[in-house]
Structure formats: structure tokens, C-alpha cells
């Protein structure tokens, strides 16, 4: 049943981006090159001043957070982490790491009747 919802959504978004293709296209042509190079350059101008703004703004808050960690409050900053809770020690900021359990290994699988695996000889074992 997923298979079939995930399929319609798909053909659903394919005749969306099909149709916004062909208004693209028909607008380009009502432009003309000269028409399509100046929309095109507003686009570049509007995400270029956008991403300017964006990085203004990550580094203010990034000067912000080295400020309070730099000042001894670390516990005033937020975290983005979802994991155990940072530890304060003598108001140093020491992350807690996080304990993961090493991978478990699956043995191989046999079929049975099947010959026991041996190890690969060599030319130079043979010898």
C-alpha cells in the first residue's frame, strides 16, 4: 500500500514540475534572451543578498556564543546537541562523550552440507 501512495506522489510531482517546466519555458520565450538574462540576473542579485544576510547573521551569533563561552558562562548557551547534557567542571565547558556499543558481527552464513571454509594457500605456502 505504501509502494502505491509513494508512486502517486511521484507522478503527482512530475506533473507539477512538468507543468512549472513548460510555464518556464513560455515565459522565456514571451522574454526573449535580453528579457531572460535580466531575470535571471535579479535572481542571482536577490539570493546573493540573501546568503550575504544569512552569513551577517551566523556570524553575529557565532561571536555571540564564543563571547559567553570565552566569559565563563557556557551554561547560558544554548546547544544544538540532542545527546547527554554538557558537563561544567571548575567553568570549563567539557562535552560529555557519547558511548556507543561497538558494531555486533554476524557470523558467516553456511548452508548446510556445504564444505567448511579453509583459508587461501598461496604459492609461496606451497612451497
Do not use: H
Not at 12 to 28: C, D, E, L, P, W
Not at 60 to 87: C, M, N, Y
Amino acid at each position: 500500500m505504501s509502494r502505491v501512495f509513494w508512486m502517486v506522489v511521484g507522478a503527482a510531482g512530475g506533473v507539477v514540475a512538468y507543468r512549472k517546466g513548460t510555464q518556464a519555458v513560455q515565459r522565456a520565450k514571451e522574454l526573449g534572451p535580453l528579457g531572460t538574462a535580466q531575470v535571471a540576473a535579479q535572481a542571482t542579485s536577490r539570493l546573493a543578498g540573501r546568503t550575504a544576510s544569512g552569513l551577517g547573521r551566523l556570524n553575529d551569533i557565532k561571536a555571540q556564543r564564543e563571547g559567553r563561552l570565552v566569559i565563563g558562562r557556557a551554561e547560558e548557551v544554548p546547544s544544538i546537541r540532542t545527546g547527554p547534557a554538557p558537563v561544567i567542571i571548575d567553568e570549563d565547558w567539557i562535552p560529555v562523550p557519547e558511548r556507543r556499543p561497538p558494531p555486533a558481527r554476524r557470523p558467516a552464513a553456511t548452508t548446510p552440507g556445504a564444505p567448511a571454509r579453509t583459508t587461501r594457500t598461496t604459492r609461496a605456502s606451497r612451497a
